[in-house]
């Protein structure tokens, strides 16, 4: 097998979130719950579908630039949809200026979206 860097280097930018609806992006997932000592993921599920189906939630999800955030949130809005949640998802960072954010230009994005 041939080591395509190019390609590699590609993959494991960590500015690019993997969207693992798609079959190029899946291939490079790891699935790093155990390092992280539960699934994060199926937890913020349960909370969701389970606990509190017809309310809204408020979940906090944090962590170190590139370590995943958005690739594991992409995957919660998947097994959502597939449960008949209707989700919205954006990035923050494409819609305003990160350099000057208020609480308010938050809920106006939101609201936006």
Do not use: W
């Amino acid at each position: 097998m041939t080591l395509n860097l190019a390609k590699f280097y590609r993959a494991s930018n960590p500015s690019k979130t993997l969207n693992l609806s798609q079959s190029e992006d899946r291939q490079y997932y790891i699935d790093f719950s155990s390092v992280r000592g539960n699934n994060i993921i199926k937890e913020l599920g349960r909370t969701i579908s389970r606990l509190s189906p017809d309310e809204p939630t408020c979940q906090l999800f944090t962590g170190h630039i590139g370590c995943g955030k958005s690739t594991e949130l992409l995957r919660l809005k998947t097994e959502l949809e597939q449960q008949g949640f209707y989700m919205v998802y954006f990035e923050f960072s494409q819609d305003l200026d990160m350099a000057d954010v208020d609480i308010s230009d938050i809920l106006l994005a939101i609201a936006h979206q």
